[in-house]
């Protein structure tokens, strides 16, 4: 029987605890989760490629599978995981507006490689609001954002927040 390797890509700037939720859940769904760690070219990022990278490989450390692995690309996402050899990709889903934009996006990614599934989970319902946006722009406005990211994750954000400058009043 072939490995079943799936590919559950994202930006992590910075990694939550809804990411690390899908992340547990999809590694129970595959036999290796490659975790592509990408830039959006639409986004701004708070830290680098690497920065991002190694932030995401020290909080999956933590969980018990061995099938976890991460990886930085640049690329389309069906170029990445056909070069990956997965067969799944795996997509969180907060709420209404996140389907509508998953469901347009996998479209376009079956025409360009049809034998790649994308598979959706549910956000757990108390991490339904946390989104990687939103954690940046509470704290660069100096809010808690302990509730929504691992301890490490917010000393890195508030760090970055203090070498950035902070806003507001």
């Known amino acids: 029987m072939a490995k079943r390797i799936g ?5 992590f700037d910075p990694i939550t605890l809804g990411h690390m939720d899908i992340i547990e859940r999809g590694a129970k769904l595959v ?3 490659i975790i592509g760690v990408t830039t959006n070219i639409a986004k701004s990022p708070m ?3 690497d920065e991002r990278i190694a ?4 909080e999956v450390a933590g969980i018990k599978s061995q099938s976890i692995r991460v ?8 170029d990445f995981a056909q070069q990956m050899g997965a067969g799944i990709v ?3 889903i907060r709420g209404v507006t996140d389907f509508e934009y998953e469901y347009q996006l996998t479209g376009m990614n ?15 319902v108390e991490l339904q609001p946390i989104a990687s946006r939103l954690v940046k722009e509470i704290a ?19 760090a970055r927040v203090q070498k950035l400058g902070p806003r507001g009043g």
């Not at 590919?7 to 930006?11: D, Q």
């Not at 990886?71 to 069906?78: C, E, I, R």
């Not at 406005?141 to 994750?153: D, E, L, N, Q």
Request: glycine share 10%.
């Open 47 to 49: 830290f680098d490629d």
């Open 55 to 58: 932030m995401v490989e020290r």
């Open 90 to 92: 795996i997509r969180g």
């Open 7 to 11: 590919i559950y890509p994202g930006t």
């Open 31 to 33: 036999d290796e989760l």
């Open 140 to 158: 660069f406005y100096g809010g808690p954002i302990g509730k929504f990211v691992t301890p490490a994750v917010r000393a890195d954000v508030e």
């Open 71 to 78: 990886v930085g690309f640049n690329s389309l996402l069906m």
């Open 110 to 124: 079956r025409q360009l490689n049809d034998q790649i599934e994308t598979v959706f989970l549910m956000a757990d």
